[in-house]
Structure formats: structure tokens, C-alpha cells
Antibody
């Protein structure tokens, strides 16, 4: 079955760029009709959707982060990536990648049905 | 932006009890677009309910979802020890296309 795995530096300096990659295994990022998202969660807090990408490269970002976020896809590597610029301590969080269908699926609706395990990123 | 408000913030209950968690939206949400997740410490959220009332694959039937418009609920009929976790509701569709409630923590009394 499809699995997602985040990777990237666990420590980023303030004002620098946070870069993470999500590797998709067990299935092709290009097949099907999935959106591939980044979601983050500060310690002890709730979940914040950052943005998503389709295999075609079409993106959509959370307006609250839009000026600093870029999500890209590399179909040859079955990966998608997150760049978040000008980071501050407020960007310290566990970052998850996840997928959801672009249409109402009988097995998952529009919900995030598969998540990576998450990767902790500290800005300091 | 649709804001989801979950209540209560924390629930203290014993195994075997029944509970209902609430998720209230600041604007109407179509039932198709409402989901519930369970998150345990150190783990990613797990999809429980989608379409407001449909259990995801492998989710026990003690979990049920209901509601429409701005009021949605997640019910657990008989709490098992593994059910003590944080629960999040999520809506899909309005800008931004995914927002989550702040969570309800279900703890063992």
C-alpha cells in the first residue's frame, strides 16, 4: 500500500529556508487523482494545512503562508517538496505530508487518508 | 475562512463509557466535506470518519459520526483503552481548502 515519508533537516536557522521532501512509495505520485499536501503541527497544538500540489504541478497554498511557501513535485523521483522561506521560531513544528482525493472517493471522501509519520523541524 | 470549534477541550472518562464530541463550524459545511481524525502521542493523525458519517476502512463500529450544517458530532459508544487520544474535525472545500478544529483530548479518568 501507499506510504509517505518525510525527510529533511531537523534544525533550521531563523531567516533561512526550511526545505522538506515527501517520498511516495507503493504507488505512483502521477497516477490517480490525488492532491499531495503539507500539514504542520506545533508542539501541543493543532493542525495547520500549508498547501498542496497535483501531479501536474498545480498548487494551492494557505493564504496565511502563501507569501513564503513553495511546493513542487518531481514525478521522476515520486517525491514532492516544501520550501518555506524566512522562517522564525513560530515555524517550529512537526511537518506531515498527506494525500487526499480530488473527487469524492467512496473509500475516503475528500479526507486525508494517508499521512507520513511526520518530521520535527526546529527553528533556532 | 471556516473556523471549526471543538468542545469540550478535554474529556475525562472511564473505559466502557459512551461519549460525544462536538465540532461547530462558523459557516455551513456540506456533510461531504467533514472528517474526523484520531491522533495518539508521537503519531500522525488517523482518518476515522469522512463524509460526516462514514467510517474509514478498519475503523470499529463503536465510532460514529453525525451532523449537518454547522454542527457535527463524533460518538464513541463504549470506550476502549486505545481510544484515549486527541480527536480533530476537519473541513474541506472553503479557502483555505482544509482547516482543522483545535482538538478534543480524551483522557482516562
Amino acid at each position: 500500500q501507499v506510504q509517505l515519508q518525510e525527510s529533511g533537516p531537523g534544525l533550521v536557522k531563523p531567516s533561512q529556508t526550511l526545505s522538506l521532501t515527501c517520498t511516495v512509495s507503493g504507488g505512483s505520485i502521477s497516477s490517480g487523482t490525488y492532491y499531495w499536501s503539507w500539514i504542520r503541527q506545533p508542539a501541543g497544538k493543532g493542525l495547520e494545512w500549508i498547501g498542496r500540489i497535483y501531479s501536474s504541478g498545480r498548487t494551492l497554498y494557505n493564504p496565511s503562508l502563501k507569501s513564503r511557501v513553495t511546493i513542487s513535485v518531481d514525478t521522476s523521483k515520486n517525491q514532492f517538496s516544501l520550501n518555506l522561506t524566512s522562517v522564525t521560531a513560530a515555524d517550529t513544528a512537526v511537518y506531515y505530508c498527506a494525500r487526499h482525493q480530488s473527487y469524492y472517493s467512496e473509500t475516503s471522501g475528500y479526507a486525508f487518508d494517508i499521512w507520513g509519520q511526520g518530521t520535527m523541524v526546529t527553528v533556532s | 475562512e471556516i473556523v471549526l470549534t471543538q468542545s469540550p477541550g478535554t474529556l475525562s472518562l472511564s473505559p466502557g463509557e459512551r461519549t460525544t464530541l462536538s465540532c461547530r463550524a462558523s459557516q455551513s459545511v456540506g456533510t461531504t466535506y467533514l472528517a474526523w481524525y484520531q491522533q495518539k502521542p508521537g503519531q500522525a493523525p488517523r482518518l476515522l470518519i469522512y463524509g460526516a458519517s462514514t467510517r474509514a476502512t478498519g475503523i470499529p463500529d463503536r465510532f460514529s459520526g453525525s451532523g449537518s450544517g454547522t454542527d457535527f458530532t463524533l460518538s464513541i459508544s463504549r470506550l476502549e483503552p486505545e481510544d484515549f487520544a486527541v480527536y480533530y474535525c476537519q473541513q474541506y472545500g472553503s479557502s483555505p481548502p482544509a482547516t482543522f478544529g483545535q482538538g478534543t483530548r480524551l483522557e482516562i479518568k
